[in-house]
Nanobody
Framework: AVQLVESGGGTVQAGESLRLSCIGSGYYGSRYCMGWFRQTPEKEREAVASICPGGGSTYYADSVKGRFTVSQDNRKTTLYLQMTSLKPEDTAMYYC??????????????????WGQGTQVTVSS
């Protein structure tokens, strides 16, 4: 079965950086898209960044463009999110997701059927 495990979250001050990792297993990475989502008690789960099938196509939310960078390993089963210039509003639970590549970059949570458990990112001011 497909499994995803996130790591790298933590507490940092505004302006600092973090790199999140998502290790996937149970699928052929070259045929799957992967994405990062975040959620807070006040906001619905929203797309942060997606990449597929192997870096050829990407999506970034307007709120993170220029600050976050999504990437994958050579097998396309590990997903990274390099976050710089972090802001308090970036505080959220960050989730990794994956699904089959159908020719476009999916950005809706409903487009992804496999999810990790999440990793908490807290940015203090």
């Amino acid at each position: 079965a497909v499994q995803l495990v996130e790591s790298g979250g933590g507490t940092v001050q505004a302006g600092e950086s973090l790199r999140l990792s998502c290790i996937g297993s149970g699928y052929y990475g070259s045929r799957y898209c992967m994405g990062w989502f975040r959620q807070t008690p006040e906001k619905e789960r929203e797309a942060v960044a997606s990449i597929c099938p192997g870096g050829g196509s990407t999506y970034y939310a307007d709120s993170v463009k220029g600050r976050f960078t999504v990437s994958q390993d050579n097998r396309k089963t590990t997903l990274y999110l390099q976050m710089t210039s972090l802001k308090p509003e970036d505080t959220a639970m960050y989730y990794c997701a994956t699904d089959e590549y159908l020719g476009w970059v999916p950005v809706s949570p409903s487009d992804f059927h496999y999810w990790g458990q999440g990793t908490q990112v807290t940015v203090s001011s």
